[in-house]
Nanobody, 120 residues
């Protein structure tokens, strides 16, 4: 499944952004989806994940209470609402399709990423 992220950009600390991950087709509904991020010089880390049905979610401790993951099956899309952004959230953000709702598993496919910069 092909994935395309959008919604990144420059935002001031304390601001919000909504990232979108659009998939190529209905097969997307059979996948769990994760959002990951990787800053230059750092390892890629999982930020959030959502199950196939959307009834289960996972958040990294660093984003709990600030980020919300959701999905819209009709639009073959997954979203990451990011609020109260801080400079440490600056990174490249990627969505990925997971065969199972296990964030430690390697994803089946990746998007190309979108850049988020939190700066005043």
């Amino acid at each position: 499944v092909q994935l395309v992220e959008s919604g990144g950009g420059l935002v001031q600390p304390g601001g919000s952004l909504r990232l979108s991950c659009a998939a190529s087709g209905r097969a997307f509904s059979s996948y769990a989806v994760g959002w990951y991020r990787q800053a230059p010089g750092k390892e890629r880390e999982v930020v959030a994940a959502i199950s196939r049905s959307g009834d289960k979610t996972y958040y990294a401790d660093a984003v709990k209470g600030r980020f919300t993951i959701s999905r819209d099956h009709a639009k073959y899309s997954v979203y990451l609402q990011m609020n109260s952004l801080i400079s440490e959230d600056t990174s490249f953000y990627y969505c990925a399709a997971l065969a199972h709702f296990r964030v430690g598993d390697p994803p089946d496919s990746w998007g190309r990423g979108t850049h988020v910069i939190v700066s005043s």
